[in-house]
């Protein structure tokens, strides 16, 4: 991530306040990260409302847990999208259990209604090509598909070869190399903003 | 293990996609601080926050306040002291477990795949319960919100004697909640609407109701939908269509 700008806070000096008790700097960390990891849980999860609840309980598990925060590990923006991802994809893998599994014996047209949850919405859809415009959209197709599938949709790499039909080595192979360019992608653009 | 291997366990790590004993293996290389493991992970971690970065969307203003009312209601007291993570010895676990053999092994996959079950259903459990609790904060930061509309709905000739209530806010959904309700014959359900202006009404969910005639609904928030003029309840064919056909039995204006 960026360093902060001079003058500003960064965010690493706000998690250790937070680690302090400090509701203030809670709120400021919040403004600052919220929004990357709304964008990501509502990638994984589209229900607005599934994924307004995982983002709350995230933060909730900031505040709660921001003296275990080790700087030495990564940013905190990266502590905290990895959060985000973590728990939307639980959230994702339950509600998926829970559609296979749970029938409501009564009222069906509430079972469907909570399939909305995958399928696929077209105001999502169409917003999602914004995902092309990202450093993702530099990778080759193979190599995007593999990393979608995992980050966005939250598929097991054993998943990703079943639903791909390619060998589990290939996308291992494809999810490294994805990974190692979106970086290298990232560095540039970076780059050619300063 | 070489660069590349190591490569891409951090890889699918990062991505919550390393399953069973790949994931065990990369867990055990960083509990050592294996350096490159380390840094592999942290490598890929960055890269997707980077990438996460690029796509934000701003989260719906009820979070935070619910939030910041979650902290400032936390006794100071109640926070958890700063911890370190406990340092597991590995060479020590290791050669304990060469030593015990064979025998322990297998016993030892046949306990761990117990605590795995007993784990994965508590997570199960522990994930339900959240839910729930995030449901009940969600409920009250809706009716905390000024932003929040609460409509009260009349009963109408079919049913007189029925009332209901819906609270609505526009990003976070609501809830309806309606009594004195007349049973639902065969195949049929009730279905909320919502109007706004002078635009045709959208259906915000189907319901049934109790013996006693009580029914609730969680209300999604509306595509397209950032103020209600009015919400309506008709008797439709079950599940729902997607404009009213029936008799209307509660009208509420907000």
Known sequence: MSPAAPGSESSASLVAAIAAGDRDAFGRFYDLTAPIAFGLIRRVLRDPEAAADVLQEVFWQIWQEAGRYDPSRGSPEAWVVMRAKTRAIDRLRSMRRRDRTFVAPVDESVASRRGDGEAPNPAVVAEDRGLVQTALGQLPEAQRRVIELAFFEGLTQSEIATRLGEPLGTVKTRTRLGLERLRGALRGERLSAT | ?254
Not at chain 2, 99 to 128: F, I, M, N, P
């Open chain 2, 1 to 254: 293990m070489n660069r590349d291997e190591i490569g891409e366990l951090a890889a699918a790590y990062a991505l919550g996609g390393l399953e069973g004993e790949e994931r065990a293996r990369f867990e055990a290389l960083l509990q050592a601080r294996d350096p490159e493991a380390v840094r592999a992970l942290r490598e890929c971690e960055e890269t997707l926050a980077g990438l996460a970065a690029a796509l934000p969307e701003p989260p719906p203003a009820v979070v935070k306040d619910a939030l910041m009312e979650r902290v400032a209601a936390a006794p100071a007291a109640a926070r958890p002291r700063p911890r370190r993570r406990p340092r597991v010895f590995w060479p020590v676990v290791l050669s304990g477990a060469m030593a015990a053999g064979l025998a322990a092994v297998v016993v030892g996959w046949s306990v761990s795949s117990t605590y795995e079950k007993r784990l994965d259903a508590l997570a199960r459990e522990a994930d339900q319960l959240r839910a729930e609790l995030n449901a009940q904060q969600t409920v009250i930061a809706i009716l905390r919100d000024p932003a929040t509309q609460v409509v009260a709905l009349a009963g109408l000739p079919p049913a007189p004697g029925a009332r209901a209530r819906v609270m609505w806010h526009a990003t976070a959904g609501g809830v309806f909640v309606a009594t004195g309700l007349p049973a639902i014959p065969a195949g049929k359900a009730y279905q909320l609407w919502a109007i706004a202006g002078s635009n045709a009404p959208v259906s915000a969910g189907v319901f049934t109701v109790d013996a006693s005639g009580t029914g609730s609904l969680a209300v999604r928030p509306l595509p397209g939908v950032a103020s209600v003029n009015a919400f309506a309840v008709t008797l439709e064919p079950a599940g729902g269509l997607p404009a009213p056909s029936g008799a209307m039995y509660l009208l509420g204006k907000s």
